[in-house]
T-cell receptor
Framework: AQSVTQPDIHITVSEGASLELRCNYS??????LFWYVQSPGQGLQLLLK??????LVQGIKGFEAEFKRSQSSFNLRKPSVHWSDAAEYFC??????????FGTGTRLKVLA | NAGVTQTPKFRILKIGQSMTLQCTQD?????MYWYRQDPGMGLKLIYY???????DKGEVPNGYNVSRSTTEDFPLRLELAAPSQTSVYFC?????????????FGDGTRLSIL
């Protein structure tokens, strides 16, 4: 069955520290992969996406993600976290049975 | 551009009441979606539409209805509100049904059923 797993429900990092959010997927073919960010009280905003080609993709707000087929992973990274990055992050995979399958989210807290 | 606009932003309903959650987009997107978001559960697709006059069920359609009379609007109807429908509802749209097209989301409607 197609699925997306975000193993970390909550992550806390200090401002200026590096960040890695994990995403693992189960899919029978090459997936299309997305990372979205949701700020409190807001909808979801696309950070980056992967379809093919270079497995390291750059997104907005200084984020990047690396597709690793052998590990079925698409982890999100940022070298230096800012307080404004505190939000909830969702990994998503397409195509799924209902076109897009979302993970359960990782809530990021940033300490000053 | 306004993007995807949802109204209302908050609502409290009594059990058994009905209401319509409004969603409109100004990007001329053919494809529109309704999701619900529950804590620790991610987003679940309720209904989607591939164009005016065409709708289909998603993963969790029970208790909801939709219509799509225009390209811009995709309202979600709750006929008999139940406590299990307490959630945050998101409307989204995309240019095509291609899997490489990201979705644009509204800011959500927070609904409580008491």
């Amino acid at each position: 069955a197609q699925s997306v797993t975000q193993p970390d429900i909550h992550i806390t990092v200090s401002e200026g520290a590096s960040l890695e959010l994990r995403c693992n997927y189960s899919y029978g073919a090459t997936p299309y992969l997305f990372w979205y960010v949701q700020s409190p009280g807001q909808g979801l905003q696309l950070l980056l996406k992967y379809f093919s080609g270079d497995t390291l993709v750059q997104g907005i707000k200084g984020f990047e993600a690396e597709f690793k087929r052998s590990q079925s992973s698409f982890n999100l990274r940022k070298p230096s976290v800012h307080w404004s990055d505190a939000a909830e992050y969702f990994c998503a995979v397409g195509p799924g049975t209902y076109k897009y399958i979302f993970g359960t989210g990782t809530r990021l807290k940033v300490l000053a | 551009n306004a993007g995807v606009t949802q109204t209302p932003k908050f609502r409290i309903l009594k059990i058994g009441q009905s209401m319509t959650l409004q969603c409109t987009q100004d990007m001329n997107h053919n494809y529109m979606y309704w999701y619900r978001q529950d804590p620790g559960m991610g987003l679940k697709l309720i209904y989607y539409s591939v164009g005016a006059g065409i709708t289909d069920k998603g993963e969790v359609p029970n208790g909801y209805n939709v219509s799509r009379s225009t390209t811009e609007d995709f309202p979600l109807r709750l006929e008999l509100a139940a406590p299990s429908q307490t959630s945050v509802y998101f409307c989204a749209s995309s240019y095509s049904f291609s899997d490489d097209q990201p979705q644009h989301f509204g800011d959500g409607t927070r609904l409580s059923i008491l």
